[in-house]
């Protein structure tokens, strides 16, 4: 199954809990949470709090993205917030396997996340142990980028790790992500995509949301 993560990155926090209801209404399958501290990335999002409104607000599974630096000292905090994935950085947490047991031993489902110009190959040695890939299709710290196009290159070598490696952990892209390109990335092998601005900018949240659902399971 194909899965829209609307990320509320892009969503008005004074009337969250309609903004959710509304991608509900249209059929998203969970809802994406872009954590950022100004470090590791050059922007400010929020943290655990919000995360735990979102669980109040909705059943949806939550996917939890850390672009911060040392993740590690804060995911008991998000997974008792409500976080229901995981994701952390390939370029910022040395002893990644040790971090992926972390989340898991704690109940989540743990991935990681792999910036433009990281490549595919350097996850080899821990796709085995992760639920998640997460290809950055824009390099992260904004919203309302444009899609990278040299992603679905990537996206295909992802799919060539899994079943090289007998893994099954789902690829899920983020970035740029709008109903001209996700297509394309959808026909490339994503299973999972995560969707802002061209979800909560639209003029009818609902019918966008509806629309890029439609697209990725149609055949």
């Known amino acids: 199954m194909k899965i829209l993560a ?7 926090f004074t009337n969250l809990s309609q903004q959710i209801r509304l991608v509900e209404m249209g059929g998203a399958d969970w809802i994406h949470c872009d954590v950022m501290d100004g470090h590791f990335v050059p922007n400010i999002t929020f943290g655990p709090f919000i995360v735990e409104a979102v669980n109040r607000i909705t059943n949806l599974p939550i996917d939890v993205h850390l672009m911060i630096e040392k993740p590690e000292l804060y ?4 997974i008792d917030a409500g976080a229901d994935y995981i994701t952390v950085h390939f370029e910022e947490v040395i002893h990644l396997n040790r971090v992926i047991n972390q989340i898991r031993e704690l109940g989540a489902n743990a991935g990681v996340v792999i910036n433009p110009s990281t490549p595919v190959s ?3 040695d821990i796709v085995e142990y992760i639920d998640l890939l997460l290809i950055m299709t824009v390099n992260p710290g904004f919203g309302g980028q444009k899609f990278i196009h040299n992603s679905l290159r990537r996206i295909h070598e992802a799919l060539e790790l899994r079943e090289k490696s ?3 952990f789902l690829i899920e892209v983020d970035g740029g992500i709008n109903n001209k390109i996700i297509k ?3 026909d490339a092998g994503a299973d999972v995509f995560v969707a802002g601005a061209s979800i909560f900018k ?3 949240i609902s019918a966008a949301t509806a629309e890029l659902k439609n697209i990725i399971s149609s055949k």
Do not use: G, M, Q, W
């Open 75 to 78: 995911i008991k905090d998000f």
């Open 122 to 124: 350097s996850v080899r």
């Open 166 to 168: 007998n893994s099954r």
């Open 184 to 186: 394309s990335i959808s």
């Open 6 to 12: 609307p990320s509320i990155l892009s969503a008005d």
């Open 202 to 204: 639209a003029e009818n």
